[in-house]
């Protein structure tokens, strides 16, 4: 099966609960397994309005689920637990799931881009991925999760508990 990784954030409500019902609800969507998670990170909103700090975390899963299956069967888990897209672009939100990788998949259609294409550009994902696998070479730009992390700019965000 292949190796799946989910950007998993929230900065609305009760934030780390809503984190514990995203990973069992798709725990518990059949076609679906939890191989392993990163700690959980407490971070700046980056981009849209003025917001609370978010809680952020990557999950390593398998599934029998295409792509396509699986964006929806996230989008599915955001809608029952309260988020409702809007207009603005990155705003707050009760919980937000990112297919960042789909093995070392490229896919580009109007409603999904695997990898993720700002993932390389973000502590907060890079932070946990790399935590999770640090060598996983990202399939377009052709470096691996540890390097690209490194790249980055020094930041302040500390890990909080998980």
Known sequence: ???????????????????????????????????????IRET?????PPQERYLNTVIEIE???????????LQG???ALGRRRQAERWGPRTIDLDLLLYDDR?????????????????????????E?????IHPVIKRDIAALLRELPAAHDAPTAS
């Open 63 to 73: 599934t029998e689920l295409a792509p396509p299956a699986l964006l929806r069967t």
């Open 132 to 136: 999770l696998a640090p060598a996983f």
């Open 1 to 39: 099966m292949p190796r799946v990784f989910i950007g998993i954030g929230s900065n609305e409500g009760d934030r780390l609960t809503m984190i514990s019902q995203a990973i069992r609800q798709l725990s518990a969507t059949r076609g679906i397994r939890l191989v392993q998670m990163a700690t």
């Open 77 to 79: 888990i955001e809608h």
């Open 44 to 48: 700046d909103p980056v981009g849209g």
């Open 106 to 130: 490229i896919l580009h259609d109007p409603s999904l881009t695997v990898p993720h294409p700002r993932m390389h550009e973000r502590r907060f994902v890079l932070e946990p991925l790399a």
